[in-house]
């Protein structure tokens, strides 16, 4: 089944404690992206990769990194999370710039941090 | 200013209702037009998309585009209870970039 896992699913955290949040693919798709989800905010875009080892900043990334080593994997990285970064957290994948309006979107990781 | 202002709602209609879902956005260059669902403690999943100006209908639902007032509607006609969930308009040039809108939620009534 084609799909985008993302682990965990909940997690609550304590502010300055590193986290990571997986993502994958099995699609082969080249572009992956996260986005996170906030009341009155909707879907704002953290980083972006168009291919491995090609990453670029979106709107909000301030406090978190990403790296693409592998094209199926997107992993997101916060090194001292805050209380701002309380939110719900998704990751999508789609085949490509052509393809860019159809994005398959995980199931969320809703993140606490206190 | 955001780049695709969306009413929150929510909006609550009985079955069988025509439900009427709007976007507004700002910037001209603007090609692909999405209308995105998202079910509780669900991700969004793409509903139809529009390239370019104009109307596309798939069953109940018909996506309409006009570029000249930059404004996105998505119908649907004969709700469900099962077409209750958050809508989410969303932009792009197609670069990659989407630009979604705040999201509207829906809510049908037996």
């Known amino acids: 089944e084609a799909q985008v896992t993302q682990n965990p699913r909940y997690l609550i955290t304590v502010t300055g404690k590193k986290l990571t949040v997986t993502c994958s693919q099995n699609?082969?798709?080249?572009?992956m992206s996260w986005y996170r989800q906030d009341p009155g905010l909707g879907l704002r875009q953290i980083y972006y990769?168009?291919?491995?080892?090609?990453?670029d900043k979106g709107d909000v990334p301030e406090g978190y990194k990403v790296s693409r080593k592998e094209k199926r994997n997107f992993p997101l990285i916060l090194e001292s999370p805050s209380p701002n970064q309380t939110s719900l957290y998704f990751c999508a994948s789609s085949a490509g710039t052509g393809s860019s309006y159809e994005q398959y979107f995980g199931p969320g990781t809703r993140l606490t941090v206190t | 200013q955001k780049e695709v202002e969306q009413d929150p709602g929510p909006l609550s209609v009985p079955e069988g209702a025509i439900v009427s879902l709007n976007c507004t956005y700002s910037?001209?260059?603007?090609?692909?037009f999405m209308w995105y669902r998202q079910y509780s403690r669900k991700g969004p999943e793409l509903l139809m998309y529009?390239?370019?100006?104009g109307n596309k209908e798939d069953g109940r639902f018909t996506a309409q585009v006009d570029k000249s007032s930059k404004y996105i509607s998505l119908f649907i006609r004969d709700s469900q209870p099962s077409d209750s969930a958050t809508y989410l308009c969303?932009?792009?040039?197609?670069?990659?970039?989407?630009?979604f809108g705040a999201g509207t939620r829906l809510a049908v009534h037996p």
């Open positions: 969303a932009v792009t040039s197609g670069y990659n970039k989407l630009i």
């Open positions: 990769s168009m291919n491995v080892e090609a990453t």
């Open positions: 699609m082969n798709h080249e572009y």
């Open positions: 910037n001209s260059a603007f090609q692909y």
């Open positions: 529009t390239y370019s100006s």
